[in-house]
């Protein structure tokens, strides 16, 4: 029940509701080894209290999102000043009337996390952040050799159509020895890499030679296309 309870508050409401129940002059003695800064810890201070009054943070499955709402000028200023302080780099927008102070960076929202002293939340929110991370370059992976696949893929389709025309209007046996067997191999196996067939030869040879040879015979291929469209 305590759990389902948890869900049903918002990210930014765990949050608050962990910073109302800290006691942060003992937090900040911590934090600092027993030796805290007067200036920091105003600073701090100051967020966190600015944060519990107007502050907001999206849940970061959703997004990467924080955002004090200000009062006025003044106070938008100063939370940009107190974020600058710790080497943030906040914005400052006008949203139907009303300033505010917000960030975007991940790295930069866990550091806000950090210095008011959300430990749970950050911790929370650098679990999500990680596994989007892990994600989304496992995404970038497999979207990356599925693209070399389907360019392999096309690839060998062009050659192979190439190489049929070849054999049916002209005869394997009448071209070069060496491109006879290259465009073999490819009829015996449409999707394999240039790589790939280069290894499978008699001697075998580089990519760049693979692909200088299957060059060739496309160059064939339309040869005998422009005679078939002229009807020589």
């Known amino acids: 029940m305590a759990q389902e309870s948890k869900n049903r ?29 007067s200036k920091d810890f105003k600073t701090r201070s100051f ?3 600015r944060f519990l009054n107007s502050g907001s943070v999206t849940d970061p499955k959703k997004d990467y999102h924080l955002e004090f709402v200000c009062d006025d000028a003044v106070d938008a200023d100063r939370i940009s000043d107190g974020l600058g302080s710790f080497g943030l780099e906040p914005r400052i927008m006008d ?40 994600s989304e370059k496992v995404n970038r992976r497999v979207n990356c050799e599925t693209a070399n696949l389907q360019r392999t893929v ?19 046996r009448k071209i070069d020895p060496g491109l006879r ?24 040879i580089g990519k760049s030679g693979a692909n200088h040879r ?18 020589v």
């Open 95 to 134: 949203r139907n009337g009303h300033l505010v102070v917000y960030l975007k960076d991940a790295a930069q929202i866990s550091d806000v996390l950090n210095l008011i002293g959300a430990v749970d939340g950050l911790m929370e929110f650098e679990n999500v952040r990680i596994l989007k991370e892990v």
């Open 47 to 49: 967020i966190r209290g």
């Open 214 to 231: 299957m060059r060739k015979l496309a160059s064939i291929a339309d040869g005998i296309r422009k005679k078939i469209a002229e009807g």
């Open 181 to 204: 067997e290259i465009a073999e191999k490819r009829l015996e196996d449409p999707n394999a890499s240039l790589t790939e067939l280069a290894e499978r030869l008699s001697e075998p």
């Open 154 to 172: 096309s690839a060998g389709i062009r050659q192979v159509a190439d190489i049929e025309l070849i054999e049916r209007e002209l005869g394997l």
């Open 9 to 37: 508050i918002s990210f930014s409401g765990r949050v608050k509701d962990e910073l109302r129940k800290k006691d942060f002059t003992a937090y900040e003695k911590v934090i600092n080894i027993g030796n805290v800064d």
